[in-house]
């Protein structure tokens, strides 16, 4: 008997609330109204030619085929040397380190290794939109606790009191996307104290590290012994060296613990990009490229906030990453979505709300700029933006 066609079977979604995200929004967005885009975090500048050099005689030298699923050895033993240059600590490359397809990849693997259905995971609002949808594709129940608006602090009390006997992860973001702060010496103190003693791990996203201004130290995790043995610490190459495309990342954690995040690691991508890799290893021996980074975007930094005291917006404290958050509340009562879409096309910048990164939409009128751009694209931004 001759089938009849039929619709395609409907599919129930397992994240019902994720639609087109708000980066692909605006950027498309800026795109149609010729906006100058400070919304989605990417520099409008080239990477290193040195470092794309590397690449090229990698790639010409036949280094072209699968890399090892953990991560090429001589890549994970530059930056066993780069972290204990840092930190004072030097994971093992051997069973500590492992290079994955960007941060994301590594928050996902992570999240993945930890959280079964049923158990709760922490998280600090505002946050990086992947930690939500991560948690919830593998069945984990998602604690929020808001950051204290606009200084965007820990609320320490607010936090013990989410923790429950089912909670299993805690996710922190320092220096912090979208808000531009990071945690003190003191605040690492209180989240050993917290978490010592219990079975929560954590998740330390650190892809900002050596975006740090005004001789702020980053207080990585990977200083404390007691939270370095139950943490996984992201960082992105892409982030560091101005080359948010190549999606090179890597995860330090203890031995047992990566033992199991390489278990998920190898069935999401199993490696990453072999030529890139090279290339990293021998860029890494020359410590100038990362170790100077603090004082470039600092530049950036004081000249954006600089050129942003012509205009109306009031600028918040920027004391990390390449993210400057601006409250508009004085100007305008309209929802900080609708303000960015407005801002975009009668005033032809871009740029992110900040409620985005709650999970619901909370609104407190302020709007994320990406300041990691040229000179004269940060004066065509706010020439546009005094008009405001």
């Given at each position: ?68 699923m953990e991560g090429l050895m001589a890549l994970r033993e530059q930056i066993a040397i ?88 805690l996710i922190i973001n320092t220096p912090h996307n979208p808000t531009g702060t990071m945690?003190?010496?003191e605040d690492r103190h209180q989240l050993s104290k917290l978490i010592n003693g219990t ?190």
């Amino acid at each position: 008997m001759q089938s009849t066609p039929s619709s395609t079977p409907s599919l129930s979604s397992k994240l019902p609330w994720v639609g087109t995200t708000i980066f692909t929004v605006m950027s498309k967005l800026a795109a149609q109204y010729n906006a100058v885009n400070l919304g989605q975090g990417f520099p409008d500048f080239p990477c290193s030619d040195e470092l794309i050099d590397l690449i090229t005689k990698a790639m010409k030298a036949g280094y072209n085929q699968y890399a090892p699923m953990e991560g090429l050895m001589a890549l994970r033993e530059q930056i066993a040397i780069k972290t204990e240059r840092l930190y004072g600590y030097a994971p093992d490359p051997v069973s500590e380190i492992t290079i994955t397809s960007g941060g994301t990849e590594a928050l996902y693997a992570a999240i993945a290794t930890v959280i079964h259905p049923g158990d709760e995971a922490i998280v600090l609002e505002p946050c990086y939109d992947s930690y939500i949808p991560a948690i919830e594709l593998n069945g984990g129940k998602v604690i929020r606790v808001p950051l204290t608006p606009e200084t965007y602090g820990i609320d320490w009390e607010r936090l013990t009191n989410a923790f429950s006997p089912r909670t299993k992860l805690l996710i922190i973001n320092t220096p912090h996307n979208p808000t531009g702060t990071m945690l003190s010496g003191e605040d690492r103190h209180q989240l050993s104290k917290l978490i010592n003693g219990t079975d929560i791990l954590l998740i330390s996203d650190e892809v900002y590290e050596h975006l740090v201004y005004d001789g702020t130290v980053h207080q990585s995790v990977l200083y404390d012994p007691i939270l370095r043995k139950r943490a996984f610490v992201v960082s992105s190459f892409g982030k560091t060296y101005h080359a948010t495309g190549w999606k090179v990342g890597y995860c330090i954690a203890s031995a047992a613990l990566t033992k199991e995040f390489r278990k998920v690691h190898q069935y999401l991508t199993f490696s990453t990009f072999t030529p890139v890799q090279y290339a990293l290893a021998e860029y890494l021996q020359q410590p100038e490229h990362y170790l100077r980074l603090p004082q470039l975007y600092q530049q950036k930094r004081d000249y954006f906030l600089q050129l942003m005291q012509q205009t109306r917006f009031r600028m918040l404290p920027c004391q990390g990453s390449y993210f400057a958050l601006a409250a508009y509340g004085h100007i305008s009562g309209e929802p900080d979505t609708d303000y960015a879409m407005w801002l975009t096309r009668e005033i032809g910048v871009a740029a992110i709300p900040v409620s985005v990164f709650y999970q619901e939409r909370t609104d407190y009128k302020i709007l994320r700029f990406c300041f990691a751009k040229r000179e004269e694209t940060l004066e065509r931004a706010v020439a546009r933006l005094q008009k405001v």
